[in-house]
C-alpha cells in the first residue's frame, strides 16, 4: 500500500518569510499525482497546489510551490511571502493513476507569527 | 467554498446506536467518496461511490455502508457505533473514476462523537 510521511509535526513562519513542509511517499507505481491540501480550524480540505508525476516541471500557484524529486519520492512544498491566513494544517495526499482512493500523510500544522 | 455540503455539521451518540450522515457532490460532480479523519491524523479512505455503486472500499468493517443517490448525493451509515468510531466524517466530490480523477472537492464534515 502507498504511504505518505510527513515529519514535521509543527512549523512556523514570521509573517512575510518563506517556509518549507516537506512529505514523503513510497509507491511501485510510475504514474500519479500528489497534492497538498489546507485544513484551517472551519474543516474544509482545501486544495493548494497539484503535482503531476510525469510533468517534470515543479508545479507553482502564487505564493506556492512545489519541489518534486521522482526519484527521492519527495514532494516538498514552499510558501513564500507568508501570511496570517496561511495557518493551518497541511495535509500532503498522494493518488494513484489506477487507484480511486487519496492517501494523506498526518498533517503539518503551520503558524504564521505577526 | 466547493459546492459540497455536509449534514450534519455535529452530532453526538451513543455507543451501539446508528448514524446516517449526508453529502451533496458538486454540481455536475458523479463520484463521492467517504474519508474518516481521526483527531491528530490525516484522513483515512473509507468507500467511493461512482454512478451508485461502490467502487472500492478502505480498509473499514462492513458496519460502514454507504448510499449513492440517482442525484449522486450520498450517506455514510455506520452500525452499532463504537468509541473508536468518534472523528470527522469527510466527503469529497469528484468528476469519474479511476484515471480520470484528477483533484477531489472536500466538504466541511461532519464531526461525530460517540459517547
Known amino acids: 500500500a502507498q504511504t505518505v510521511t510527513q515529519s514535521q509535526p509543527e512549523m512556523s513562519v514570521q509573517e512575510a518569510e518563506t517556509v518549507t513542509l516537506s512529505c514523503t511517499y513510497d509507491t511501485s507505481e510510475s504514474d500519479y499525482y500528489l497534492f497538498w491540501y489546507k485544513q484551517p480550524p472551519s474543516r474544509q480540505m482545501i486544495l493548494v497546489i497539484r503535482?503531476?508525476?510525469?510533468?517534470?516541471q515543479n508545479a507553482t500557484e502564487n505564493r506556492f510551490s512545489v519541489n518534486f524529486q521522482k526519484a527521492a519520492k519527495s514532494f516538498s512544498l514552499k510558501i513564500s511571502d507568508s501570511q496570517l491566513g496561511d495557518a493551518a494544517m497541511y495535509f500532503c495526499a498522494y493518488r494513484g493513476n489506477t487507484g480511486n482512493q487519496f492517501y494523506f500523510g498526518t498533517g503539518t500544522s503551520l503558524t504564521v507569527i505577526p | 467554498e466547493t459546492g459540497v455540503t455536509q449534514s450534519p455539521t455535529h452530532l453526538i451518540k451513543t455507543r451501539g446506536q446508528q448514524v446516517t450522515l449526508r453529502c451533496s457532490s458538486q454540481s455536475g460532480h458523479n463520484t463521492v467518496s467517504w474519508y474518516q479523519q481521526a483527531l491528530g491524523q490525516g484522513p483515512q479512505f473509507i468507500f467511493q461511490y461512482y454512478r451508485e455503486e461502490e467502487n472500492g472500499r478502505g480498509n473499514f468493517p462492513p458496519r460502514f455502508s454507504g448510499l449513492q443517490f440517482p442525484n449522486y448525493s450520498s450517506e455514510l451509515n455506520v452500525n452499532a457505533l463504537e468509541l473508536d468510531d468518534s472523528a470527522l466524517y469527510l466527503c469529497?466530490?469528484?468528476?469519474?473514476?479511476?484515471?480520470?480523477?484528477?483533484?477531489?472537492?472536500f466538504g466541511q464534515g461532519t464531526r461525530l462523537t460517540v459517547v
Open positions: 503535482q503531476e508525476a510525469y510533468k517534470q
Open positions: 469529497a466530490s469528484s468528476l469519474g473514476s479511476g484515471s480520470k480523477v484528477t483533484e477531489a472537492f
